[in-house]
């Protein structure tokens, strides 16, 4: 025996509503065609199974079958019935059932699994999809046909992902079916970044407020694409009002409890659910089954359960001789017939629900065979090993977990570790067609064995409510490139504003929840989307500022030669005579040195520029400066004797001067070599001074070796502007010292006026401000010291004579100590 439970009514009502001692009974009405197709399919299966000869020989199939009312309650009750056995049969007789199909919702399934299953009575359900049944710990004789909502759930989330949906709505029913199926759904779409706005409440039993409560919620609400993971009777009362106020515009997505349903997909329900996209599990045709139900006759079988109510239903009298029936007070005439009826309830060739009872009987009669005669069906012959009579509930369910067979459309049947099938679904979208809703097929999703899962759709295939654009429904457009996502305070995550990228960061994808940061030698454009190399910045030659130091260094450099050249051909007139031709030439060549400098100042940073650059700067000063402190020294030496014949001036003679020039110039070399082994300068990329561009710069290496070096040009400074200083009465035309200390005065006061200018430059500035104190001290020294020489020489020739230079007091009085000059 194999029992069966269906929701043949799907309303319960109550048959008392004031009670004192004991409530009132139930009565069943809303009689179901469709559950009923099912029950038909079941015993279909079961004969089908009676007229193989290889199929269980010489043992029968048998059934019961209840009504559950589509109530846990009654389910129970029903559950309880068959597995207490037929009352009045004496023993012996065999267990009441060996297995139970049972049930079409999930809520009925727990309630029958959890009471049953300490009994180990085997229990397969053909269409209870909650996830919760394949708690193996709670329901171990659980099965099922129909894939667990776990796979449901991610398949819908798949398809959410597919179209981009980041804000929908939820509706679930009051029962673990709904409850199950919407908390499996949210936590796979929370994993994609997708919001669920609102979960609403409904169940078939709900008053009418508590449905207009859940229809404000959709009207209040900015989502325009909803989930119904609700049974087809508890969402139809929902539907209605839907209908009835009109509410359009909303993407529907179905679960497989109610996307085929017949009762809602009509041309009335179409104007505010057309479009709806959902899940159902494999369709299948049964071409032998249409002539089965068309042979259904209450006048064959009087008794034959639910087959009066069927008769009622599909031709509105009650049959001749049978029960009365609340439905209607009409006898039939006995001549009616099902042959020519085009109801919808004869079409057999996509059967879904109908196709997973036909599985369960199968596997069924595949476990009993095999636990009956010890070897699977297709084995023969076939003897018994064990009496059926000795069959224990126990011993089936060991069987069905093994199942493992092809039927005759070609599936394999058979349950994993929890007593569920392999996930394969088709997506089913509702299309109006001739004036009928039609369940076309536009996709698929199936699981692999590998645990992946697939989802294929044609989406030219789909018809939307929208039309042909695929519905948009987001609480915050997505954030365009170069910007990035801001949640909202109070507001779910998928609600948020989109703030620009800060400087310095990017997003080069729409929809960006963070800003990267750029690489350091790179930087944000205007539109914040790219990252693009900062500038390279120094000081070149082809700008106005490189320009003009470069002229004025070629200029200087120029200018020594050609007064070099003025002091080499006018070297045996008195002026030059008087000012020491041989220091005033190395002093010449030297600033002509100075003025080359800046040079090596301008252009990209290099190894060797920027060594070069801060050595020869050192080497070229302390060799100007040690000519310019020779030529005071002789001066202050010369004049400063206290007789003609003092001994003192003649100790500074060439060779002298020269050991000054060279040993003041090998000091500085010294210093160089030691800074250039122990720490040179180097080329270096600063970022500190800008953001958007590099400023590629010589860092000093030793910033004590650079000081040094400038400090020690500053102490030959000082000394020649004290030697200078002491010398400042000399003889008026013989005014060379006067010069020499206001040349020095310019030069401390540029690079004293250096330093802090050169701390507080930024970037190819501090090249600059160095170049400009190299040619201010130059061309002061230049000017100061040479210019008033070549203005006599040139200009005023007249004046380049012994007795002007040496002046009349010194001529007066006979004073011929700086005669030395004029050798």
Avoid at 410 to 438: E, H, M, T
Wanted: proline share 6%; with cysteine; aromatic share 12%.
């Amino acid at each position: 025996m194999i029992g069966g439970i269906f929701p043949i009514f799907n309303k319960e009502i109550s048959n008392t509503i004031v009670f004192e001692r004991e409530p009132g009974g139930t009565v069943c009405s809303g009689f179901d065609l469709r559950a009923f197709r099912w029950t038909q399919v079941m015993i279909f299966a079961i004969e089908e199974i009676n007229k193989d000869p290889a199929f269980l020989p010489n043992v029968s199939l048998g059934y019961r079958i209840l009504d559950s009312c589509a109530s846990p309650t009654n389910a129970l009750r029903a559950a309880s019935t068959l597995a207490a056995g037929p009352q009045g049969i004496e023993s012996p007789c065999p267990p009441a059932i060996s297995a139970l199909i049972a049930e079409s919702g999930s809520s009925q399934s727990v309630a029958v699994a959890g009471v049953l299953g300490p009994f180990q009575l085997p229990i397969i359900s053909y269409f209870s999809t909650c996830a919760c049944l394949s708690n193996r710990d709670k329901f171990p004789t659980f099965f099922r046909t129909i894939p667990s909502d776990y796979f449901q759930a991610k398949a819908l989330a798949a398809l959410v992902k597919h179209f981009g949906w980041k804000w929908i709505g939820a509706i679930q029913s009051d029962n673990d079916y709904g409850r199950n199926g919407i908390q499996a759904f949210i936590e796979e779409v929370k994993k994609m970044g997708v919001c669920v706005a609102f979960v609403g409440t409904v169940l078939r039993t709900y008053s009418m407020s508590k449905i207009l409560d859940v229809v404000e919620m959709i009207k209040q609400s900015s989502v325009k694409v909803i989930l119904a993971f609700v049974p087809e009777g508890d969402f139809y009362p929902l539907m209605k009002e839907l209908s009835r106020q009109n509410i359009t515009g909303i993407q529907w997505i179905a679960s497989e409890a109610w996307i085929t349903a017949a009762r809602p997909s009509t041309p009335e329900m179409f104007p505010a659910f057309g479009g709806t996209l959902g899940f159902v599990v494999q369709k299948m045709a049964i071409p032998d089954l249409q002539s089965f139900l068309r042979n259904i006759n209450p006048y064959a079988d009087p008794n034959a359960a639910f087959v009066r109510d069927f008769w009622e239903v599909m031709f509105g009298c009650r049959p001749v001789s049978t029960g009365i029936y609340t439905g209607t007070n009409k006898i039939c005439e006995g001549n009616e017939t099902l042959m020519n009826s085009q109801d919808v309830f004869f079409n057999v060739t996509q059967l879904r629900v109908s196709y997973n009872v036909y599985k369960a009987v199968y596997a069924i009669a595949h476990a009993l065979h095999e636990l009956v005669f010890c070897q699977s069906v297709d084995r023969k012959p076939a003897r018994p090993c064990m009496n059926v009579s000795e069959i224990q509930p126990q011993e089936v369910t060991d069987h069905i977990k093994h199942v493992n067979f092809r039927n005759r459309f070609g599936d394999s049947v058979f349950f994993d570790q929890d007593g569920d099938p392999p996930a394969s679904y088709d997506i089913i979208n509702w299309q109006l067609d001739n004036g009928k809703v039609q369940h076309v097929t536009v996709g698929q999703f199936i699981s692999t064995q590998s645990g992946t899962y697939k989802l294929q759709i044609d989406e030219k295939k789909i018809v939307w409510m929208t039309g042909q654009m695929v519905p948009k429904s987001v609480c915050s457009d997505v954030c365009p490139m170069g910007t990035r996502r801001a949640s909202i305070r109070g507001k779910a995550t998928c609600c948020f504003d989109c703030i620009p990228c800060a400087d310095g960061t990017i997003s080069n994808s729409t929809g960006a929840a963070d800003c990267t940061p750029c690489p350091q030698e790179y930087w944000s454009n205007e539109s914040k989307d790219e990252c693009i190399p900062k500038k390279n910045e120094f000081l070149m030659y082809t700008e106005p500022m490189g320009i003009v130091l470069t002229v004025l260094s070629l200029l200087g450099a120029f200018l020594s030669l050609i007064t070099m050249v003025i002091f080499i051909h006018f070297r045996e007139t008195p002026v030059i005579k008087a000012s020491n031709s041989e220091l005033s030439c190395f002093l010449l060549f030297s600033l002509f040195l100075c003025f080359l400098c800046p040079l090596t100042f301008i252009g990209r940073p290099t190894v060797w520029t920027c060594m070069l650059r801060h050595t020869a700067f050192g080497i070229t000063f302390a060799f100007c400066i040690s000519c310019v402190l020779g030529k005071t020294t002789v001066v202050v030496t010369a004049f400063k004797a206290k007789h003609p014949g003092n001994k003192a001036a003649r100790k500074f003679g060439p060779v002298q001067q020269r050991i000054i020039v060279c040993s003041c110039t090998m000091i500085q070399v010294v210093i160089c070599i030691l800074w250039l082994r122990l720490s040179p300068p180097f080329p270096e990329k600063v970022f500190r001074y800008s953001n958007k561009k590099i400023v590629l710069e010589c860092n000093t290496g030793s910033e004590a070796a650079f000081y040094v070096v400038l400090g020690y040009i500053g102490v030959l400074a000082v000394i020649c502007l004290v030697f200078a200083f002491l010398a400042r009465k000399l003889p008026d035309n013989f005014n060379e010292a006067k010069f020499i200390a206001f040349s020095m005065l310019i030069f401390c006061a540029v690079w004293i006026t250096f330093i802090p200018a050169y701390v507080s430059s930024p970037g190819k500035f501090t090249v600059a401000v160095e170049i400009f104190a190299i040619l201010s001290s130059s061309f002061g020294l230049l000017i100061c010291i040479f210019a008033p020489k070549c203005y006599i020489i040139l200009i005023k020739p007249e004046k380049n004579t012994k007795s002007h230079v040496l002046g009349p007091n010194i001529l007066k009085h006979g004073h011929h100590k700086n005669s030395m000059y004029f050798k």
